[in-house]
């Protein structure tokens, strides 16, 4: 896939999925109306935010990866090489993780207990999409490279140092 065409798709997928997961949906349950503050909240308000901006961070950056890979995070419009790059060398999964903080730090922002309720169901839906079909379906695709990644990154559970694949000639040696 070209590179424009993907980038066009990633953008409409981003603006579709994680614009409604993390904007459109937040926005239903609190308006963006702050809750009164309980005494100490203005730190929650400041934790929160800050989450927010490093849980974009992660989820838009591996967007990007997936742009350059000529392909798209879109099921049906995959790259053809297995992205290991980026944010994915800390996690297999940068979208969710980071999208997933971006509702907790909305929680603490705007003082919302039902957005860690929605939190909680905004994880749940995709770790078991990633269970039940990505996972399987990466490892049919990708075979030993995507059986070495898995072993080395966390799904969920960011590592402390980023992963770099053996390079071909040394792990057949």
Do not use: D
Not at 13 to 26: D, E, K, Q, R
Not at 43 to 70: D, Q
Request: proline share 9%.
């Amino acid at each position: 896939m070209q590179k424009s065409k993907a980038a066009l798709l990633s953008g409409a997928f981003y603006i579709a999925a994680p614009g409604t997961v993390v904007g459109l949906i937040p926005w239903l349950i609190t308006r963006w109306r702050f809750r009164r503050p309980l005494p100490g909240w203005g730190a929650a308000r400041v934790t929160g935010a800050v989450l927010i901006a490093a849980g974009l961070v992660p989820a838009t950056s591996a967007f990007a990866e997936f742009v350059k890979a000529e392909g798209t995070p879109i099921p049906a419009a995959p790259t053809e090489r297995l992205v290991v790059t980026g944010f994915n060398r800390y996690v297999r999964n940068p979208m969710y993780v980071g999208l997933l903080l971006a509702i907790l730090g909305q929680a603490l922002l705007f003082g919302n207990f039902r957005l860690l309720i929605y939190a909680a169901a905004a994880a749940t839906a995709p770790a078991a999409f990633v269970h039940w079909y990505e996972e399987p379906t990466l490892a049919r695709r990708f075979g030993a490279e995507y059986e070495e990644y898995r072993r080395a990154v966390p799904a969920f559970r960011p590592r402390l140092r980023p992963w770099t694949p053996e390079p071909a000639e040394r792990t057949h040696a």
